[in-house]
């Protein structure tokens, strides 16, 4: 692929999301950087035109078919047309199953499965078009299953069937498919389910560690570089995996 590629970052205000944004423009892409309030994505957006990239913020419910469509469309109109989606948009809603609610239930599988599925199928036509495309979808080792997160657990392993289905389906056009699955990364959302059980971050950071074989707790910059892997041309024929990315093995 040559010329001027545009990828779009969906959660991309904060966290992952936007060490994700920050990368791809430092490999060449103008990026979209979605999230829910478009005012919270200014500061990845300024990082990238600081560093000299090129990037716009569009506020998004990445559940909400219409506004999705509409913010694909203003990509498409506003960088190009968008052949790199990184679905990294997320939110937990920890309880035991058997105090877990309805609405903790349905608005987790809403955020990763639907909004995912509602970005992709905006996407797919770009790419499909330019015969060239990456898929990158943020999964977790929760996938695996973990106390507490039955809702975000299913929609983290729900959303690894999705990858490889994509794989499947789109890469007679060029276009791949993979999942991330990372551990325990310091951000907002890790920082909050420190703060729920009552914990201090460095010192729940410091207890994570422990159990991680690297020593150490991941950091954004690590899932970012292996999404420029990913949606690299190196990787052209690394379709519909699961790339764990914890520091250490898992199954
Ligand atoms: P984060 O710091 O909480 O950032 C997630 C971003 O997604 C936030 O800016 C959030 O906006 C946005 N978002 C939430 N719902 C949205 C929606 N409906 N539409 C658009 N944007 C929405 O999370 P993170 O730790 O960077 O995680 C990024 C991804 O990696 C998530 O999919 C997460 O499940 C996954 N992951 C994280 C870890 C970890 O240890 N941190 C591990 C495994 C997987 P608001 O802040 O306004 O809600």
């Known amino acids: 692929m040559t010329g001027n590629r545009v990828a779009i970052v969906t959660g991309g205000a904060r966290g992952i999301g936007a060490a994700t944004a920050v990368r791809l423009a430092r490999e060449g892409f103008a990026v979209a950087v979605l999230d829910l309030d478009e005012a919270a994505c200014a500061g990845t957006v300024r990082a990238i035109a600081e560093a000299g990239g090129t990037a716009l913020a569009a506020g998004v419910d990445v559940a909400d078919a219409g506004r999705v469509t509409a913010a694909v469309e203003r990509v498409a109109a506003e960088l190009g047309p968008p052949v790199v989606l990184v679905n990294n948009a997320g939110i937990t809603r920890d309880n035991l199953l058997f105090k877990m609610s309805e609405d903790d239930w349905d608005s987790v599988m809403s955020v990763h499965l639907r909004g995912a599925f509602l970005m992709t199928r905006a996407v797919q036509a770009h790419m499909t078009k330019a015969g060239w495309g990456r898929v990158v979808n943020l999964s977790s080792v929760s996938a695996l299953g973990n106390r507490g997160q039955a809702n975000y657990s299913a929609a983290k392993a729900g959303l690894q069937g999705f990858t490889k289905t994509l794989a499947i389906e789109l890469g007679k056009f060029g276009v791949t498919a993979n999942a991330i699955a990372p551990g325990f990364i310091a951000t907002e959302m890790t920082a909050a389910t420190a703060a729920r059980v009552g914990a201090d971050f ?27 892997f990913l ?4 990787a052209s024929f690394v379709s519909g995996q699961v790339l764990y990315v914890a520091g250490g093995p898992r199954d």
């Not at 949606?231 to 190196?234: E, H, K, L, M």
Request: proline fraction near 6%; charge should be negative.
């Open 231 to 234: 949606v690299s041309d190196d």
């Open 202 to 228: 460095e010192v729940f950071k410091a207890a994570a560690a422990e159990q991680i074989p690297v020593r150490r707790v991941g950091e954004p910059e690590d899932i970012a570089g292996v999404v420029a």
